[in-house]
């Protein structure tokens, strides 16, 4: 229970950021593909045909960046397994819970201009509250509105994605020789990096002078890597977060009896439960709940859901969350049990406009398990098809640290900007397909070396030891540095500091800076830059 409420609290105190700080760095149709033309260039034999997996928002968000730049590209081919973020009929069922965009998220987006971000801004909430409900009547207030503070913005990851097709569609006014393509409910089924084809459910593609997997934690890119990529060089652990899971229903009003412009965190009326409820607010008044708990064993589950659950005789646990393997619409459980054990449990969200729509989503959902994701490089070696990974594909820590999302934006601006530095077409070159992948590759390998050392970072402050023990005095005192900078923060009297979450949180300070600032946690020394470039260029023997 306690584990599941920190969880929660880690990913939900992303929630405010300072206006401060700033980091280096399609499209309406009646097929299932869109189109639009943007900026024509001159040295054809240089321009890159460009294949992005996944138009999530970092896969958009590096269509963005790779047509505002001036990096001469014929064609990107966006592949998506997915339903158009804007058909509402095929989005209904979604489960996907309101993503808080925070500075870091804001910033990758505003590399592109502001009126991007105002667009994106637009279609979530602004939330800058924080509340934890630890019973009907008692609460606490953990974050209010900071002055001179700008608000995360929570927003659905399918408004998010429209939000940025919409505005991509309205800049593709001006006609020109580059082509972006958008393949929604195109599956990839193969990607070949040797000769740099894309196998979809529909025909085969390419060949392409750049890949980009930007396909989540379950990545076919990701795997195509470790595939081609010679025997002990790219390595990768993939691992699933039990025994927590979640499921997510959206209601069109927040519950009345929660702060209406607070996100919330609800305990249950039976702590032993091991489950909690976390409200979100959401744009146009409605909001997002998401169950958090565990797996139990079912014979475990129904022997001591009497004593847990008194006069139901079922477990809430068990009855929430059935087996993950099942498929959405195969979990056949009682509605109204299930309505009146969330109400028992958590009576904050009795009255709530919807919950019966709620409650039917809920059931007809399947149980929700997060994965983690670390790889030791992010791109693919000189003897196969430039290949690329961001965000979850390469790094994935499940929503305990709160930055998903915002990680994964910064990794594609931060990719455009390796390809802005490293890919300079010339006009005297008796070997530009030569020169042009030599080009690309060694882009690829600074975005690795730039991003890698971040990834690994941030995984180590999302998970801790991940296992490994500190010596007693070092975990005693790694103990009451954590407590007395929860409770002061350096807000009082210069005592401790800002606790991790909210270092995280409100600046642009790198991860791997923030890792190295919290070594005395850690039981592993982190390498430095230079250790990591040299790691990371012995990997392919660069």
């Known amino acids: 229970m306690i584990a599941t409420s920190l ?12 206006k401060t700080g700033a980091f280096v760095t399609p499209l309406h149709s009646s097929s299932k593909t869109q189109q639009f033309v943007l900026q024509a260039h001159s040295e054809k034999e240089w321009d890159l045909n460009v294949a992005i997996v996944g138009a999530g928002p970092s896969g958009l968000l590096l269509a963005h960046k790779l047509l505002q730049s001036n990096i001469p590209v014929a064609n990107i081919d966006v592949f998506e397994s997915r339903a158009d973020p804007r058909d509402l009929q095929k989005q209904q069922g979604s489960r996907a819970y309101a993503l808080g965009l925070g500075i870091r998220g804001r910033s990758a987006i505003r590399t592109v201009d502001e009126e991007l971000w105002a667009a994106v801004k637009e279609r979530g909430f602004e939330c800058e509250r924080f509340r934890l409900h630890l019973s009907q009547k008692l609460n606490v207030k953990l974050r209010d509105r900071e002055e001179g503070v700008e608000p995360s913005v929570l927003i659905y990851q399918t408004d998010l994605c429209s939000g940025l097709l919409d505005e991509l569609e309205t ?95 609800v305990l249950p009326e039976s702590k032993a439960l091991g489950v909690t409820a976390f409200v979100e607010p959401t ?121 998903g999302c915002n990680s994964a934006l910064i990794d594609a601006a931060v990719l455009v900007d390796c390809l802005i530095e490293n890919y300079h077409p010339t006009k005297n070159d008796d070997n530009i397909v030569a020169t042009k992948k030599a080009m690309l590759h060694q882009s690829l390998q600074s975005y690795s070396n730039k991003q890698v050392p971040q990834g690994l970072a941030l995984y180590d402050l999302s998970f801790g030891n991940d296992g490994k023990i500190l010596p007693i005095f070092r975990n005693i005192k790694a103990m009451l540095s954590n407590v007395i900078d929860t409770i002061f923060g350096g807000r009082w009297f210069g005592i401790g500091k800002k606790p991790l979450q909210t270092l995280l949180a409100s600046s642009l300070d790198s991860f791997t800076y923030i890792r190295r600032d919290r070594q005395k946690y850690f039981v592993d020394e982190f390498p430095s830059d230079e250790e990591f470039v040299k790691q990371l260029e012995s990997v392919y023997d660069v």
């Open 283 to 403: 744009v146009n008044g409605g909001c997002c709940i998401l169950f958090a708990g565990k797996l139990s064993d079912a014979s475990k589950s129904e022997a001591e859901g009497e004593e847990e659950e008194g006069q139901t005789g079922v477990n809430f646990n068990s009855l929430l969350f059935p087996d993950p393997n099942l498929s959405d619409g195969d979990i056949h459980s009682d509605g109204g049990l299930t309505k009146e054990m969330i109400f028992e449990q958590f009576p904050l969200l009795e009255g709530t406009p919807g919950m019966d729509d709620a409650v039917h989503q809920l059931l007809n959902q399947r149980t929700n398990i997060a994965d983690s994701v670390k790889c030791n490089i992010y791109n693919a070696p000189s003897t196969i098809t430039p290949t690329a990974i961001c965000g979850d594909a390469a790094h994935a820590t499940g929503g305990v640290s709160g930055q």
């Open 7 to 18: 969880l929660i609290f880690l990913f939900v105190t992303t929630l405010s950021f300072p």
């Open 171 to 265: 800049r593709s006014s001006d006609s020109s020789q580059c082509t972006v393509n958008v393949h929604y409910e195109t599956f990839i089924k193969q990607v070949d990096l040797a000769n740099a084809i894309m196998e979809t459910n529909e025909q085969k593609k390419g060949p392409y002078d750049l890949i980009v997997g930007c396909d989540g934690a379950n990545s076919i890119v990701r795997g195509a890597l470790d595939k081609y990529s010679p025997p002990n060089t790219f390595q990768f652990t993939q691992r699933r977060l039990l025994p927590g899971c979640f499921k997510v229903a959206r209601c069109e009003k927040m519950p009345p009896l929660l702060d209406q412009n607070s996100v919330a965190l």
